[in-house]
Every structure is written in C-alpha cells, then in structure tokens.
C-alpha cells in the first residue's frame, strides 16, 4: 500500500513555541492531505483539509492562525503548531488520500506525539 | 449526539470467540463507510470497506444497514493479535467531503 511518513514523531517543547509537523506522501502523488488530532481515548478529530496549491479548509472551533498549514506539493504537506501550549498536547496524524474528492482510502502516517510543557 | 457513535467497550474475550461490534452514524448524507484498525499509540489502519451488499475478509465480515443507518464488524475465531481499538469511519460530501470516525470499541482478546 502507499506510504505516507511524518517528521519528528514525537516533540518535546517549551510552551510559547512553534512546532512544524511535516507529512510526506512517499511512493504516490496525494490530491488531498487531512490533519488530526488525537487526545487520549477520544477519537481522531479532523482539523483540517489541504489541497495542493489551495488554502487549507479548516473545521469548525480550529483556529486557523494557529494551526498553519502549508502544501506546496502533492507529496508533502506541513502543519505549524504557532505558541504552542500545554493544551495542544495531543497526537498529530496526516493522511493522504488518492482519487478525490469521491472518496477513497486514505493512507494514515505514523503520527506526531507532540508534548508542551 | 455525536455523528458516528460506537460501544468503547472494552470487549474482553477468549481466543477462539467470535465477538460483534456496532457502529451507529446520524448523517444520512454519508456515502461510505470503514472499519479501521487502531493499535496503542499508532496509526489508524484500513481493516476493510464496509458496503450495503455485506463483504468478508478471512475472519472478518462487516454488513451496512443504511435504512437503519448501522454498520456492524463480526470477528471470529479471535487471536490474541485482534486485541486493538476498532474505529468505525464515515465519508461524505462530494466537493469538500469529510471522514468522520467513531472513537472506537476496545477488544482484548485473552489466552
């Protein structure tokens, strides 16, 4: 199956920081890449949505300025946790998806751990 | 209500059982339809598309009722490698569309 990679899988960081998160498809061109989140024992929640090129397309309650994301490429797409706090303290997962928007099977990287302290 | 609801469980039993899940999602726009896998810390994996004619793979069998609007995971003859998180996911929308997923049933299966 495809391969999608994340970059670091996991950060240590002072509050008041920034923190990039990369999501790199690996062996396929991806139309669209997803953000989650994921706090202990709930549900991955989806933050946002980005197309290539495009602006990304955020859910409701996700604060664009904050979370800032950027896909210059059909293989890579970045997600910046702008000073960040310790309430964004979750687990950070990209996917990938191919042969959208009908929607297909969407390629789930490993996922950033991501700890403010 | 959450748009797709699922029983957390957890589901504690023997290798060997054969132990079902439900899914129930509140959208009736919703056009597909998964069972994922998660592992402790991992990501989520495909275990299989779920569709209205009912579809197996080995030892899994999922079915979608959408007039009921519930999707169900049948697991038999379970291994000790079953034990994981299973999240049920939803699709839809055409231009923009979203996949919502459940927070999952937790299954331990025990030797």
């Known amino acids: 199956g495809a391969v999608v990679s994340q970059h670091p899988s996991w950060v240590i960081c002072k509050s008041g920081t920034s923190v990039k998160i990369e999501c790199r498809s690996l062996?396929?061109?991806?139309?669209?890449m997803f953000w989650y989140r994921q706090f202990p024992k709930q549900s991955l929640m989806l933050m946002a949505t980005?197309?290539?090129?495009?602006?990304?397309?955020?859910e409701q309650g996700v604060e664009k300025d904050k979370f800032l994301i950027n896909h210059a490429s059909l293989t890579l797409s970045t997600l910046t946790v702008t000073s960040a706090h310790p309430e964004d303290s979750s687990f950070y997962i990209c996917s990938a998806g191919v042969g959208l928007p009908r929607y297909n099977e969407q390629f789930f990287g490993p996922g950033t751990r991501l700890t403010v302290l | 209500r959450k748009e797709v609801e699922q029983d957390p469980g957890p589901f504690n039993v023997p290798e060997g059982a054969t132990v079902a899940f439900n899914c129930t999602y509140s959208n009736s726009a919703s056009q597909s339809f998964f069972w994922y896998r998660q592992d402790c810390r991992k990501e989520p994996k495909l275990l299989m598309s779920v569709y209205s004619s009912g579809n197996e793979d080995g030892r899994f069998t999922a079915q979608l009722n959408r007039a009921s609007q519930y999707i169900s995971l049948l697991i038999r003859d379970s291994k000790l490698s079953d034990s994981a998180t299973y999240l049920c996911v939803v699709g839809r929308g055409s231009g923009g569309f979203k996949t919502i997923f459940g927070a999952g049933t937790r299954l331990f299966v025990k030797a």
């Open positions: 980005s197309n290539e090129g495009s602006k990304a397309t955020y």
């Open positions: 062996d396929f061109q991806a139309t669209t």
